[in-house]
């Protein structure tokens, strides 16, 4: 808490955290989805491989979200899509600011991010895209961390990052060439 009372740019950017979350709560479906994410529902009960890659990481963490004690099971794999695409709103904010380094046009980058439609949509639905979003943007934040302070840790955390996309969705490998 006393993180929040001294820097403004952590209130904001719990802010935008919880407003998308309260958005994406409030528009997500309440059980089973039909096609590619009524799938990745079932299989992440099951721990099961869905089509082509299989997307191991979506399916563990998702299978996380089944133990949890509330819902039915689709209902709980959908709030992990809303939890990451939520995530990933004050993480803009955050790269955001370190790239034009003013705050109002930092925040109006995340809102408008946070309803826009590919963003809203990866949000309700139980796909790979807001797990993908979130660690796409992450990696990106922390290579802008790494380029302009310099500290190794941000370098690692990186590779981390960028690792743990590629066994979500094998497109982040387009963001490489601007990481090197």
């Known amino acids: 808490l006393k993180v929040l009372a001294r ?3 952590v209130r904001v950017e719990a802010g935008l955290f919880f407003a998308a ?3 994406y709560l409030r528009t997500m479906p309440p059980t089973v989805l039909g096609g590619d994410s009524g799938e990745y529902q079932h299989m992440a009960y099951y721990l099961g491989v869905p089509h082509s890659t299989g997307y191991p990481l979506y399916i563990l963490l998702a299978k996380l979200f089944t133990f949890l004690p509330f819902g039915d099971v689709a209902y709980r794999v ?3 899509s809303v939890l990451g695409s939520a995530l990933t ?11 034009i380094r003013a705050r109002v046009p930092a925040i ?3 809102g408008m991010l946070a309803v826009a439609p590919t963003l809203w949509g990866a949000a309700v639905d139980a796909e790979v895209y807001a797990l993908h979003l979130l660690l796409g943007v992450l990696a990106i934040l922390f290579a802008l961390r790494w380029h302009q302070d310099g500290r190794t840790f941000d370098f690692y955390a990186l590779a981390l990052v960028f690792g743990l996309g590629l066994t979500n969705h094998r497109v982040i490998v387009f963001i490489a060439p601007a990481l090197a």
């Open 78 to 80: 959908n709030l992990f």
């Open 21 to 23: 979350l309260a958005l």
């Open 7 to 9: 820097n403004p740019d």
């Open 108 to 110: 109006f980058a995340a």
């Open 89 to 99: 709103v004050p993480l803009v904010y955050a790269v955001a600011l370190r790239v």
